[in-house]
């Protein structure tokens, strides 16, 4: 269920039956000042946090936006809201610490915009289009820069940088519009950095990585047609070549060979529909140092499904079948010459399919992401203002008194005065004549809670 932060605002000015042609005073509304406390969003069971934000006087956020530690009162996060969004420059803090800084552009929302940390609970979030310098800092010493990252438009350009605990460059990559592009160069720290090249976020060129020495372990040859991986043992010579055709494709052919180049595997490889992980499909072969058939077996979706054989010096010793995952049927053993000597009976495939357990599976509830904020609109106030000598006389003297009301709940609201331009007796003679203008409260609602905020207004004499 979505949560809202409700606000309704109605001001309602009059002369109290006055004639038409009689000045009335009316109230201005300016800003909304909001405390939610520690029940809101950005709370979780170990973390209770406040949140303190202001809205301009037509309830669109506007300005800062303040999230502190309850227990410690030690603030978290500072940012600057406009509309809906992050603007300007925010700050993450860590014990009083800074320990990140971002830059936002004024403009909000497109493709480009990122959700924020931090993470609001349940489903929300904090928008913001990067632009400029963002800098993280290690949160166990503030001195030391973590990371440096520059944006344009909410996508990453040019070199990013990643450094160590003690300030030392780690890994620089390189981005074009948001995604890696030319050489990257990881673990700098070490005699020989690695090194990645990409092409508009495609993987291109020779990809170098080197042990902690400086000795080269694996060289990786990138091309849309063909990924080919050599890796190397301790003295430098060749240990294994592994060959992917169609890199970028749904399915692959894989090839392995030993130092000495010899086929040892051969198989099929189909990427996840996330591309989170791939899985065996199809015909696997494994061969031995002569080259010669040790194995071969069928997949489907990773489990050994259908045919399978064995073989001890390039001759068949056992086969069978299997079907996910167990075998299936008759298995026979073999002699080297090829006879029959043996024999082993599994179940059928019917009683694995009949045997197995049902499993339903999990219904995916699609969650919306509400971002903060949600919602907003005014809160309900109605003041009726009538002129006042006292006050009408004021207002003549001190054009725009400022004023403003503390509201807990509906009955519960102070007037506030404080005005510098008024003494203390004038201040309390305006408190007097709000009080009574004062016919109708409703109280800030958030996440079905009530909220207490201060309304500033000014008085205008007109």
């Not at 019917?350 to 197995?356: A, G, H, L, M, N």
Request: glycine share 6%.
């Amino acid at each position: 269920m979505k949560k809202y932060l409700i606000f309704f605002i109605f001001i309602f000015s009059s002369a109290l039956f006055a004639q038409k042609a009689q000045p009335a005073i009316q109230a201005v509304c300016t800003s909304i000042d909001v405390n939610v406390g520690s029940h809101n969003l950005f709370a979780d069971a170990t973390h209770k946090r406040d949140l303190a934000f202001t809205l301009d006087g037509n309830a669109e956020l506007k300005g800062p936006l303040i999230l502190t530690n309850t227990k410690t009162t030690e603030v978290i996060f500072k940012g600057t809201m406009e509309g809906t969004h992050l603007v300007d420059s925010a700050i993450w803090y860590d014990q009083g610490r800074i320990v990140r800084t971002v830059n936002f552009k004024k403009t909000c929302c497109t493709n480009n915009t990122d959700n924020v940390e931090p993470s609001l609970k349940p489903n929300a979030a904090l928008r913001g289009e990067r632009h400029g310098i963002e800098r993280v800092y290690y949160s166990s010493n503030p001195d030391i820069l973590k990371s440096r990252y520059t944006y344009e438009s909410g996508r990453k350009v040019g070199k990013q940088y990643d450094y160590d605990s003690v300030g030392s460059v780690l890994n620089i990559r390189t981005y074009l519009n948001g995604i890696l592009n030319d050489t990257s160069w990881l673990n700098c720290t070490n005699p020989n950095a690695d090194i990645e090249i990409y092409k508009e976020g495609k993987p291109a060129g020779v990809w170098k990585q080197y042990d902690a020495t400086g000795m080269l372990t694996e060289e990786k040859f990138r091309s849309e047609k063909v990924d080919s991986i050599v890796t190397y043992s301790f003295d430098g010579k060749i240990s294994s070549v592994y060959s992917k055709s169609d890199p970028f494709a749904e399915k692959h052919s894989i090839h392995e060979y030993d130092s000495k180049l010899t086929l040892r595997s051969k198989y099929f490889l189909k990427e996840r529909w996330d591309n989170d992980s791939s899985y065996f499909e199809g015909t696997y072969m494994e061969f031995d140092s002569l080259g010669r058939k040790a194995k071969v077996a069928n997949y489907a979706f990773s489990k050994l499904t259908g045919e399978y054989e064995e073989y001890e010096n390039g001759k068949l010793s056992k086969k069978g079948h299997y079907f996910h995952n167990e075998q299936i049927g008759t298995w026979y053993m073999y002699s080297p010459k090829g006879k029959i000597t043996g024999t082993e009976q599994f179940k059928n495939k019917e009683d694995i399919i009949v045997s197995q357990e049902i499993i339903e599976a999990p219904i995916e509830k699609l969650v919306a992401l509400d971002l903060f904020p949600d919602g907003i609109v005014k809160p309900v106030i109605t003041i009726t203002l009538a002129p006042n000598g006292k006050i009408a006389k004021l207002l003549k003297k001190y054009p725009n008194i400022e004023w403003g009301m503390h509201v807990k709940n509906p009955t519960n609201h102070e007037i506030i005065c404080e005005d510098s331009r008024l003494s203390k007796k004038e201040q309390e003679d305006v408190k007097k004549y709000l009080k009574i203008s004062v016919t109708q409260v409703k109280t800030v609602h958030y996440d079905h809670k009530e909220a207490p905020f201060t309304i500033n207004y000014q008085l205008v004499y007109q």
